[in-house]
Structure formats: C-alpha cells, structure tokens
T-cell receptor, first 113, second 114 residues
Framework: SQTIHQWPATLVQPVGSPLSLECTVE??????LYWYRQAAGRGLQLLFY??????ISSEVPQNLSASRPQDRQFILSSKKLLLSDSGFYLC????????????FGQGTRLTVV | SQQGEEDPQALSIQEGENATMNCSYK?????LQWYRQNSGRGLVHLIL?????REKHSGRLRVTLDTSKKSSSLLITASRAADTASYFC??????????????FGTGTQLKVEL
C-alpha cells in the first residue's frame, strides 16, 4: 500500500532563517506531488505541484521554492523565512490519470518568530 | 486562488441529525471531490463525483453535483460525534502531464454534539 511521510510535524524558526520541509511517498511510482499551505481557519492554497522529476510548477509568487530530486521525494524550501510564511504545510500525492484523488501527509505546523 | 466556497462556514448539529454542506465553484471542472480534515491533521478523501455524474453515495455520504449551477452538496446522514471535523470541497482540473490539479474551497466546520 502507498504511504506518504512528511516531516517535521512542527517547526519554530526565526525570521531570516532557511527552511527545508521534506515529503516522501512509498508504494507507488511516478506520482504527481503537491505542496499546499493552509492559513489558520482557512482553506488550502496550492503552492507547487510536480508531474515528474525536476518538473516544478508554481501557483503563486512567494518566498518559497520546491524541488523534486527523486521520483518520490518533494522538498519545500526557503532561503530566508518571513513572518508571513507561518502556516500549516501539507504535502500530497496523486496517481497519474484523470479524476484521481489526492493523499495527504499529516502536515507541518511552521511558526516563524 | 480559491475555487470553491463552502456554505455554511460552520455548522453545529445534534448526533443523529443530518448535516448538509454546499459548495459553489467558478470554472469548468473534470471532477469534484470532498475531503475531511480533523483538527491539525492532514486531509482524508471522502468521495469523488465526475462532471458527468449527478449523484453519488458512499455509506452515510451523499454527494450531488449540478454543473449548470456550478454547485455541489455533501449530505452526511445520521451524524455521529466522530463526524466532527472540517469538510472541504475541491475541484479537479486536468494537469499537463497527467493527473488532477485540486483547488480547494474554504471549508465547513462541522460540530456534532452528543
């Protein structure tokens, strides 16, 4: 069966520090991968998605970047965090093909102080 | 940007009652999905309805889709305290390279009281 791992679960970082959140998927190959951010009490905002290794699409201009160095690894990064980067970050994967559901990790609560 | 808007934003009912949540969206879709999120956790997929379907059932869940009105509803029958969570609709559109790009709404917070 497929599983998705996302870590860390919580993170407190000072303004101006770098960020690296990692997500890995097991039990499937060539998945579509996604990073979402959820502000408190709000819906999910799609940040990045990837349909293959090295292929990254950005949905919104921001202080963050994403990379996919391996088929089942998706990394969210920042060189210098801003206060506004605080939020709940969720990684997800979906199979290729039309009308597929997404499977989410447990999320990372990031607080920038 | 948010594609879907759920209504109501919050809903409080008694155990055993039915809960209905509505979702409206703006653009053409391939499919619409409903997800559940327990507080501080990831989302769990509940049900998917395709653009050529009008109604779908799964256990105590019933979803309808009206593409002419760009709206969907999620009905949870005989609710239980364990159904307390936030519920999100998500519209799916085709990604170049295959797969689904999901755009989520703002969610409905459901509280089921004993």
């Amino acid at each position: 069966s497929q599983t998705i791992h996302q870590w860390p679960a919580t993170l407190v970082q000072p303004v101006g520090s770098p960020l690296s959140l990692e997500c890995t998927v097991e039990g499937t190959s060539n998945p579509n991968l996604y990073w979402y951010r959820q502000a408190a009490g709000r819906g999910l905002q799609l940040l990045f998605y990837s349909v293959g290794i090295g292929q990254i699409s950005s949905e919104v201009p921001q202080n963050l970047s994403a990379s996919r160095p391996q088929d089942r690894q998706f990394i969210l990064s920042s060189k210098k965090l801003l206060l506004s980067d605080s939020g709940f970050y969720l990684c997800a994967w979906s199979p290729k093909g039309l009308g597929t559901e997404a499977f989410f990790g447990q999320g990372t609560r990031l607080t920038v102080v | 940007s948010q594609q879907g808007e759920e209504d109501p934003q919050a809903l409080s009912i008694q155990e055993g009652e039915n809960a209905t949540m509505n979702c409206s969206y703006k653009t053409s879709i391939n499919n619409l999905q409903w997800y559940r999120q327990n507080s501080g956790r990831g989302l769990v997929h509940l049900i998917l309805i395709r653009s050529n379907e009008r109604e779908k059932h799964s256990g105590r869940l019933r979803v309808t889709l009206d593409t002419s009105k760009k709206s969907s509803s999620l009905l949870i029958t005989a609710s239980r305290a364990a159904d307390t969570a936030s519920y999100f609709c998500a519209t799916g559109s085709i990604l170049t390279g295959g797969g689904n790009k999901l755009t989520f709404g703002t969610g409905t917070q459901l509280k089921v009281e004993l």
